[in-house]
């Protein structure tokens, strides 16, 4: 009872100091900025720091087309992220691969990582952009996220372990 | 005719298969082996002056429709009316290799015009309009390799076209004049396999070395992927989909 009420607690705190780590490769981009600065200023909802370093940052946002090359460079991003950690797909090409279909993009991020959130859109407008925060938000603090999940997961294969030896 | 081609004609002759200049655009056909000496001279030469390479490029003639006026010049046969060309049959090779893509491609070789067993008939011709026909590949180079020039100097530009068949795609390489078109030619090379002799470094450029075919080849399937990492699908990736089945973010 105690350890769930200080799991509540620290994700209280969580989904609203998410630090952004912005895997920006395509025209998104400008969007991203725009929902970054003054004008939309994602800090209101608690995504207050873009941080360029994937080792200091908890929410990944993939901003744009990913291509195969890329795929290993976006798995080992995602890797070196400390957990918990979350993932937004902002745009359809992050999303799916939106209206490319050939050789060299890949339909959709979630070919490589895992994504919490989607956000359709070529490019989303801002306020989309903030509802996916915010739906984010009620994940994290509902223990949603594919990095709280994959930790439960663990938690109960370990469990599960320690009492076939005991 | 332009001031650049005229001379081109004079100094080069019979080395010069083709030359046009509609849209503004002129372009000179030369075969392959002419290319370093050709290229060479327009840079070198005070007249000429070539000292901005702007692109090299490569297209695939695969199905690709010849326009009615040009179709005599596919055809290398006595209905040529500019009469026969030995420079230019030469640096074709043999004619009779086959390839596979025309049955693949639904490329109808009849739909070459050949010699009308009853006889030619103008005015059922005309009655017909311009007759669309396929570039048969049987017979003929499928890819050109194309150097977009351009000169500040002597403000004029010029674009070189060799026809390459697909069994001997080689031509040489011209990074050593131009440093620009060093990765213009790996670009080239990346994306049509295009071999460029004498290059100081042919690696792919946008693709990675673990990619096989070369992908804006008419025959290479639209969306077939090659990918470099997939997710594993584990227990946990199952855990956390069951999860959004039932109505997570998705929706």
């Known amino acids: 009872m105690v350890t769930s009420r200080l799991e509540d607690a620290a994700n209280w705190g969580r989904k609203f100091s998410l630090f952004t780590y912005p895997f920006v490769t395509a025209c998104c981009g400008m969007e991203f900025m725009s929902v970054a600065a003054a004008k939309y200023d994602i800090a209101r909802f608690g995504a207050e720091f873009p941080r360029f370093s994937p080792r200091q940052s908890d929410l990944l946002m993939i901003v744009g087309t990913i291509t195969e090359r890329q795929g290993p460079v976006l798995k080992r991003v995602y890797d070196q992220m400390a957990e918990p950690k979350w993932v937004i797909a902002f745009g359809v090409c992050a999303s799916t691969g939106g209206f490319y279909q050939n050789y060299s993009s890949m339909p959709g991020a979630d070919q490589v990582i895992p994504v919490d959130v989607y956000i359709p859109g070529c490019p989303p407008r801002p306020e989309q952009v903030l509802d996916a925060l915010m739906l984010l938000q009620q994940r994290i603090k509902e223990r949603k996220g594919h990095s709280q999940i994959r930790e439960k997961h663990e938690g109960e294969q370990r469990r599960l372990a320690e009492e076939e030896l005991t | ?251």
Request: hydrophobic share 35%; with cysteine; net charge negative.
């Open chain 2, 1 to 251: 005719m332009s001031a650049v081609l005229d001379a081109l004609q004079k100094k080069f002759g019979t080395a010069i298969l083709a030359t046009d200049s509609r849209f503004g655009d002129d372009v000179v056909e030369i075969g392959p082996d002419k290319l370093v000496e050709l290229a060479t001279w327009l840079k070198t030469d005070p007249a000429m002056a070539f000292d901005c390479p702007v692109f090299v490029t490569c297209t695939d003639r695969l199905g690709f429709p010849v326009p009615p006026d040009e179709v005599s010049k596919f055809k290398f046969s006595a209905a040529d009316d500019r009469g026969p060309n030995p420079a230019r049959e030469a640096s074709l090779g043999p004619k009779e290799v086959l390839h596979d893509h025309a049955a693949a491609d639904n490329i109808r070789p009849d739909d070459v015009v050949d010699e009308d067993d009853r006889g030619p008939n103008p005015a059922r011709e005309a009655s017909l309009g311009p007759k669309e026909v396929l570039h048969d590949h049987a017979a003929e180079p499928r890819f050109e390799v194309l150097y977009q020039l351009r000169s500040i100097r002597r403000r004029h530009g010029l674009r070189i076209k060799i026809r390459l068949r697909s069994d001997k795609l080689e031509v040489p390489s011209l990074a050593a004049l131009w440093p620009a078109f060093d990765w213009q030619e790996r670009e080239t090379w990346d994306m049509y396999g295009v071999v460029f002799k004498g290059h100081p470094d042919l690696r792919r450029i946008y693709l990675y070395e673990q990619f096989v075919g070369y992908p804006l080849r008419k025959d290479y399937p639209k969306e077939k992927r090659q990918p470099l990492v997939r997710r594993e699908w584990t227990d946990e990736v199952t855990a956390f989909h069951g999860d959004e089945t039932k109505g997570g973010a998705r929706g």
